[in-house]
């Protein structure tokens, strides 16, 4: 194992959560989770945007972007893992079968037993993550946002279904075909605005684009709809 995933995985597992030695057992199987929060709703981004998923948030995320829109995840100490099944429960409840799991980063945490029991529940399983650490789990798709502070480790760009690269200024253009180039040709590749930057910079995207096509264009959808 990586020895950063070692790190990060003991000190979320012993020294945040203070967890008992049943609870370590019970966390280190992927039976408990840092639950942030868990919703119904439609994919406002990438390649399933405008589809009906229920998102689970796990807490913790030591990657750190500064236009993070979900910086109250980031503190896994605020969010004290919850049981795996009953996540999978709640999410029986609604009537899509699809299921988006994303963070903070979640592949801190060993996502094995939640696949497990989304696939035995017949769910299409979505994972939405920077790939700085393994992948743990059985994923229909996954959405590989890369970092250029803490890019992804070993064959993670070989697995990626989809490539989303946030455009927040000129420089990310470089970095986003510099990741393209690491992906499978059958990858989906986006480029999407950085919200706060949205109209300074999407005319520029949009001219991107159109003068590279094997770009598509990624809005945050649910922003303009106002919904979670």
Same mark, same amino acid.
């Given at each position: 194992?990586?020895?950063?995933?070692?790190?990060?995985?003991?000190?979320?597992?012993?020294?945040?959560?203070?967890?008992?030695?049943?609870?370590?057992?019970?966390?280190? &199987?992927?039976?408990?989770?840092?639950?942030?929060?868990?919703?119904?709703?439609?994919?406002?981004?990438?390649?399933?945007?405008?589809?009906?998923?229920?998102?689970?948030?796990?807490?913790?995320?030591?990657?750190?972007?500064?236009?993070?829109?979900?910086?109250?995840?980031?503190?896994?100490?605020?969010? &004290? +893992?919850?049981?795996?099944?009953?996540?999978?429960?709640?999410?029986?409840?609604?009537?899509?079968?699809?299921?988006?799991?994303?963070?903070?980063?979640?592949?801190?945490?060993?996502?094995?037993?939640?696949?497990? &029991?989304?696939?035995?529940?017949?769910?299409?399983?979505?994972?939405?993550?920077?790939?700085?650490?393994?992948?743990?789990?059985?994923? %229909?798709?996954?959405?590989?946002?890369?970092?250029?502070?803490? +890019?992804?480790? %070993?064959?993670?760009?070989?697995?990626?279904?989809?490539?989303?690269?946030?455009? &927040?200024?000129?420089?990310?253009?470089?970095?986003?075909?510099?990741?393209?180039?690491?992906?499978?040709?059958?990858?989906?590749?986006?480029?999407?605005?950085?919200?706060?930057?949205?109209?300074?910079?999407?005319?520029?995207?949009?001219?991107?684009?159109?003068?590279? +096509?094997?770009?598509?264009?990624?809005?945050?959808?649910?922003?303009?709809?106002?919904? +979670?």
């Amino acid at each position: 194992m990586p020895t950063r995933i070692l790190i990060i995985n003991l000190y979320f597992c012993i020294k945040i959560f203070k967890l008992t030695e049943k609870e370590k057992i019970l966390f280190e &199987q992927g039976k408990l989770l840092p639950l942030v929060e868990e919703f119904y709703t439609l994919q406002g981004e990438g390649f399933h945007t405008g589809k009906a998923a229920y998102f689970i948030r796990l807490g913790g995320c030591d990657v750190g972007c500064e236009w993070c829109d979900t910086k109250f995840s980031w503190n896994a100490d605020l969010h &004290q +893992p919850a049981k795996t099944d009953d996540i999978v429960n709640n999410a029986l409840k609604y009537k899509s079968k699809a299921v988006v799991v994303t963070g903070g980063e979640p592949t801190h945490y060993n996502l094995t037993y939640l696949c497990n &029991q989304l696939k035995k529940n017949k769910f299409e399983t979505y994972i939405e993550t920077s790939g700085a650490y393994k992948i743990t789990g059985i994923w %229909d798709w996954i959405c590989l946002s890369p970092k250029k502070h803490l +890019p992804p480790i %070993d064959n993670t760009f070989l697995k990626a279904h989809e490539l989303k690269i946030i455009i &927040q200024n000129e420089n990310d253009f470089l970095w986003a075909e510099e990741c393209a180039k690491k992906v499978e040709k059958k990858c989906y590749l986006y480029l999407q605005p950085e919200w706060s930057r949205y109209n300074s910079i999407i005319n520029e995207i949009i001219n991107y684009i159109k003068n590279d +096509p094997k770009w598509r264009i990624s809005l945050q959808s649910h922003k303009f709809m106002h919904i +979670p």
